[in-house]
Nanobody, 124 residues
């Protein structure tokens, strides 16, 4: 059983940056790949980025490549999403999720545990 808690969301102007954090607690945290997903109002939840168990592999949705960076610190049981050059269309609730023995890929059905999410609003 894992618990995931996101933080770091907020209001930012277009072109600005935010760093989201996902704090993970429970057993065998280092056996789980972690993904970030987002859901905007009226839209389906979509994959943003994922990172493998060791932190050596990462996957990104095309719409964030070059702007967002995912990283993890297994000693602290933390995963981060650094978001730069934010756009209004990045506005959404961002959630992290854990995939036991996974690789951090985009398929949502692979993720067993989910956090509650943190709101990111990009607006002038």
């Amino acid at each position: 059983q894992l618990q995931l808690v996101e933080s770091g969301g907020g209001l930012v102007q277009p072109g600005g940056s935010l760093r989201l954090s996902c704090e993970i607690s429970g057993i065998d945290v280092d056996l789980h790949a972690i993904g970030w997903f987002r859901q905007a109002p009226g839209k389906e939840r979509e994959f943003v980025a994922g990172i493998g168990r060791s932190g050596l592999t990462a996957y990104y949705a095309d719409f964030v490549k070059g702007r967002f960076t995912i990283s993890r610190d297994n000693a602290k049981n933390m995963v981060y999403l650094q978001m730069n050059s934010l756009k209004p269309e990045d506005t959404a609730v961002y959630s992290c999720a854990a995939d036991l023995l996974g690789g951090g890929q985009s398929e949502q059905y692979k993720y067993d545990y989910w956090g509650q999410g943190t709101q990111v609003t990009v607006s002038s």
